[in-house]
């Protein structure tokens, strides 16, 4: 998953899986959806500390190896349009509100 189009079909298939319940996050997805949106937008050193912030335990899940992929590609930006960045930062921030949110 190197590229824009693999993250966007990984958080297509996370809402889906939210909105029918198939994917319900753990804490540990809830608190690296947090750290991550803590500055408001998620950019490669936000994601970098969201995973930092849950360690290990965080890799298991669904949620973090998107991430990690996302950053991967927000680090070398030379070759991502800024409306392929845009649309990604659409779909990325829903999904995250929607993990944020499965906690409450």
Do not use: F
């Amino acid at each position: 998953m190197a590229t824009t189009e693999a993250v966007l079909t990984a958080l297509a298939e996370l809402r889906q899986d939210l909105d029918t319940g198939a994917w319900v996050p753990d804490g540990t997805e809830r608190a690296l959806a947090t750290v991550t949106r803590a500055d408001g937008s998620v950019s490669a050193e936000a994601i970098r500390a969201g995973l930092r912030a849950v360690g290990p335990d965080g890799a298991a899940g669904r949620l973090a190896p998107v991430l990690a992929h996302w950053g991967a590609i927000l680090a070398g930006l030379s070759g991502t349009s800024s409306a392929v960045r845009q649309t990604v930062a659409v779909a990325l921030d829903d999904v995250l509100d929607e993990v944020v949110l499965a906690g409450l």
